[in-house]
């Protein structure tokens, strides 16, 4: 099978041919259907600060899978051969990419109590999108957030999680505020049911915001979401483009502030997502690319040039 070998920060993956992985007890292994280019990957690829999180080198990475279970290990029950699954990244075997071979490949083993059913109306570049970006903008939102309809939500950042955030928040019955630098993806504000786009989030500080939730994390971006939300409101923060940002405490203390950091989700919150895929409430804009573009596509992403999300898939899927 093809895998892409990540060597570390700094170092350029390859692409390599590596023979079928036998599943052991507790584990299945999946023909990957889709695999999602994430931020974090990028991050990977360029930030040491990521290294300590891999359990080996050199690791297959890509953590936003789904496939179809092609083999069964010993004592693995709950699913079958045939089954269309989505690998949950947040149980207690850890993430694909960081603590096992990931999804940058045409196959990989899977613990089994990570998968979640995805409905047979639900692609799988949509199966894959829902189990890290889905996943982290629901619980992000819904969770982290405490959303409750009819609050002002703001939300950092119109990429694949901020996209997927901002309509949750929409049909949870929010009112939705959107900054984004990129104006060439505003368009898609309408689609979402987002009240008002802007370039900053500071644009948005005499709507007396309850909620912000900041899919960037540029750092600026933080301290901006701070000063701007409404007094006694919440700031939850889910982006790492940068892993440290300066913030106003002075803001943070007089108005009553709650900053809170949240990161990935649960099965439940996949499930959600799979829920909304599946009704057509929920429609993210993906690309998809082939499994030997995926170097070229995390470059891509690195330079900003991505709407929405990226996926792999096999061709004919």
């Given amino acids: 099978?093809?895998?892409?070998?990540?060597?570390?920060?700094?170092?350029?993956?390859?692409?390599?041919?590596?023979?079928?992985?036998?599943?052991?007890?507790?584990?299945?292994?999946?023909d990957i259907g889709g695999s999602g280019l994430c931020h974090t990957d990028v991050g990977v690829l360029?930030?040491?600060?990521?290294?300590?999180?891999?359990?080996k080198l050199p690791m297959v990475i890509g953590h936003e899978v789904a496939g179809t279970v092609r083999r069964l290990g010993a004592g693995v029950s709950g699913c079958a051969v045939g089954d269309r699954v989505g690998v949950c990244p947040t149980t207690s075997a850890g993430a694909p990419g960081f603590a096992y071979d990931g999804g940058f490949a045409e196959q990989m083993i899977a613990p089994a109590q990570a998968l979640v059913p995805i409905p047979d109306d639900v692609s799988f570049a949509a199966g894959a999108t829902a189990t890290d970006a889905g996943m982290t903008s629901h619980h992000a939102m819904m969770t982290s957030?405490?959303?409750?309809?009819?609050?002002?939500?703001?939300?950092?950042?119109l990429g694949g999680?901020?996209?997927?955030?901002?309509?949750?928040?929409v049909l949870q019955g929010a009112e939705v505020f959107v900054a984004e630098i990129d104006e060439s993806v505003w368009h898609l504000a309408d689609e979402l049911g987002v009240k008002q786009i802007s370039n900053s989030i500071v644009d948005f500080a005499d709507k007396d915001l309850d909620l912000i939730v900041d899919?960037?994390?540029?750092?600026?971006?933080?301290a901006q979401a701070i000063e701007t939300v409404a007094r006694g409101g919440r700031v939850v923060q889910v982006g790492m483009g940068k892993l440290e940002a300066t913030i106003s405490t002075k803001a943070m203390i007089l108005n009553k502030v709650t900053l809170v950091g949240?990161?990935?989700?649960?099965?439940?919150?996949?499930?959600?997502?799979?829920?909304?895929?599946s009704s057509g409430d929920l429609r993210p804009v993906l690309t998809e690319i082939g499994i030997d573009e995926i170097a070229d596509g995390l470059h891509r992403l690195s330079r900003g040039e991505v709407t929405g999300r990226l996926v792999a898939v096999p061709r004919g899927i």
């Fill in 161 to 169: 999680l901020g996209q997927i955030g901002s309509r949750v928040a």
């Fill in 145 to 157: 957030g405490a959303l409750e309809p009819g609050m002002k939500v703001g939300v950092i950042g």
């Fill in 215 to 222: 899919y960037a994390g540029f750092g600026t971006t933080t």
């Fill in 262 to 277: 949240s990161n990935g989700g649960t099965k439940e919150d996949i499930e959600g997502i799979y829920r909304l895929l």
């Fill in 1 to 30: 099978m093809k895998a892409w070998h990540f060597y570390g920060t700094g170092k350029a993956m390859e692409l390599v041919e590596l023979p079928e992985p036998e599943p052991g007890e507790g584990e299945v292994l999946l």
């Fill in 46 to 55: 360029e930030d040491e600060g990521w290294m300590p999180m891999l359990t």
